[in-house]
């Protein structure tokens, strides 16, 4: 009885985080220098996506709306989940609840491959592309190190994720170094984070692999519950501790990369969401991956939209998630840690 | 039901089990004791293929172990750890639920007649009213509790338990011996292991004995535990008292 009750409070908070994202995404589009309307914005939308209109669109509206403000809008949507499901991902496969997406290593291996492809132009790599394959490289380097016999070690693990994370951090403080001012300010906005080379094209691709892996996890979420309690508690309830962990560090790694090679380091998100859903549903993946992603989506749309209204220019939205999210975590360090973890 | 040949293990150079026979049938209750350190634990993870062992074949309900992969071997053994606390505060509820897993299909998996097989093994154990608290809060006797009722929920034909009662108070402790008693009288094979020989002269009607990873003796309890097996397993004097229904153990003081 009780567990039909929870569950029905767990799906109103669901709804409603949905309805939040749908506000916090008219906000973010209605927001910015040339003011628009609500109106105007909801018009837009429904002609893109029905080929209705009720009222005359200026071709400028249009290319802000559909060219300028709706990719952003998007893809910080894509970045929450990938980000929100990464964590809640590596928390449980961890046991560690002070995971974040970025313990095997991935943002140092993106950083690298970013850093290789500024300072390099001429390998006719991008950067977007380089990042990427240095970021799975990075974390299956960290996979394969604590891999033995066939058995994944998770203190191993969060140990090779240190040294591959250093030995890459080092590569990328080279490159820096070797580097020329303007390749120097580019390596470094790119390490703080940012939204603004949104494309349609990077949604495509972003959408496509993030949705997936989203799915999988959700699809996964119990195992991931039980994998959470121990490996052998795990195995005699059926499940396969080492496929089950490996199928999760894959999902994860895949969200985690293909969202830092489009948006660059974006720091909090992936270990603060999880907590945060935690708080409103208790430990159970089935809604804390949901929950946790919503909470992502609307996180990041609402710091990307500060991000880039709060001044004239455009801050790193790295640094408006670590400002914001550090109170957080601090409170929830301080006064809710005996609901969340040991 | 379930059939131990020559069972072989060894940790790196240690020959942790020494070619262990062993067979019980379904409806027995088995206590299982011997010394620290004798491969009580080691013997547990063997049957419950969490262990690789080394030579030898287990078969339960006539299957070789090499043809059950972990799914199916969850459905006719269930496990009760020694009791551990989770990282993630799940209620008791969650926990218990978690017990129905084997039995789950689909997406969500859980059906409504999983919920209720965890309400019945919370009832059984008499846990509801600790079950919607995280067991992160709970004392270890009432988690292990939890532990015990997940087993139950798990509801396979052997059930294996590693010191269910080492942190129970007394009353709990006798209360989880006639529950295993109860459930192995529809039918189940449970196997316990006890540091406390009067629970298995109370409760248990087989005993097997393990010391230094062989079996020193199986069969029933009451022929097996005799003044000379303790001295035996334990090197000091005991005496086992008679009275007209129970034996109690004495230390000789």
Known sequence: MISNILGDKRKIIILLLI?????????????????????????????????????????????????????????????????????????????????????????????????????????FLPVQISAFIFALFAVLSSYMLARQKGEINTVGLVLSGVIIGSIFSALVSIMKYLSEDTQLREITFWMMGGLYHASWSDIYVNAFVILICFIISWIFAWKLNLLSIGDEDA???????????????????????????????????????????????????????????????????????????????????????????????????????????N | MLEIKNLNFYYGDNHIL??????????????????????????????????????????????????????????????????????FPFTVREIVLMGRSPHMGGIFGLKKEDYNEAEKAIELVDIADIADKPV??????????????????????????????????????????????????TGKLIIACSHDPNHLLWFAENTLVIKNGEILASGKTDDIITNSLLKEIYGSEYNILHNDTNKIIQPVL
């Open chain 1, 235 to 341: 195995k005699t309830l059926g499940i396969n501790p080492d496929t089950y962990k490996t199928i999760f560090i894959i999902t994860a790694t895949l969200m985690t990369s293909v969202c830092v090679s489009s948006v660059g380091i974006i720091a909090w998100v992936g270990l603060m969401m999880p907590h945060a859903a935690r708080l409103l549903t208790g430990p159970d993946n089935r809604y804390v991956i949901p929950i946790a992603s919503l909470g992502g989506a609307v996180y990041l749309l609402i710091c990307d939209t500060i991000a880039r209204t709060l001044t004239a220019g455009e801050i790193p939205i790295g640094i408006i998630t670590s400002i914001i999210g550090a109170p957080f975590l601090i409170w929830i360090l301080r006064a809710k840690s005996g609901r969340l973890f």
């Open chain 2, 136 to 185: 992160t809060a709970l004392s270890g006797g009432q988690r292990q509790l939890t532990l015990i009722a997940r087993s139950i929920a798990q509801n396979a034909p052997v059930m294996i338990l590693d010191e269910p009662t080492s942190a129970l108070d007394f009353n709990n402790q006798i209360s989880i011996w006639k529950i295993l008693k109860k459930l192995s009288s």
């Open chain 2, 18 to 87: 020494k070619n262990i026979s062993f067979s019980a049938e379904s409806g027995s209750l088995w206590g299982l004791m011997g010394p620290n350190g004798s491969g009580k634990t080691t013997f547990f993870k063997c049957i419950l293929g969490l262990l690789k062992y080394a030579g030898g074949q287990i078969k339960i309900n006539n299957i070789d172990y090499k043809k059950l992969n972990t799914p199916k071997l969850a459905k006719l053994i269930s496990y009760v750890p020694q009791e551990h606390k989770p990282p």
């Open chain 1, 19 to 123: 309805v939040i994202l749908f506000c916090a995404i008219l906000f973010a589009i209605i927001s910015g220098n040339s003011e628009l309307s609500p109106k105007t914005v909801l018009n837009i939308i429904l002609f893109k996506l029905t080929g209705f209109s009720f009222e005359e669109i200026s071709k400028r509206d249009m290319a802000i709306v559909w060219n300028m403000r709706m990719p952003r809008v998007i893809m910080a949507i894509l970045a929450g989940v990938a980000l929100s499901t990464a964590g809640a991902l590596y928390q449980g496969c961890f046991r560690n609840p002070l995971v974040e997406p970025f313990i095997l290593g991935a943002s140092s291996g993106a950083s690298f491959g970013a850093a290789l492809a500024i300072l390099f132009p001429a390998l």
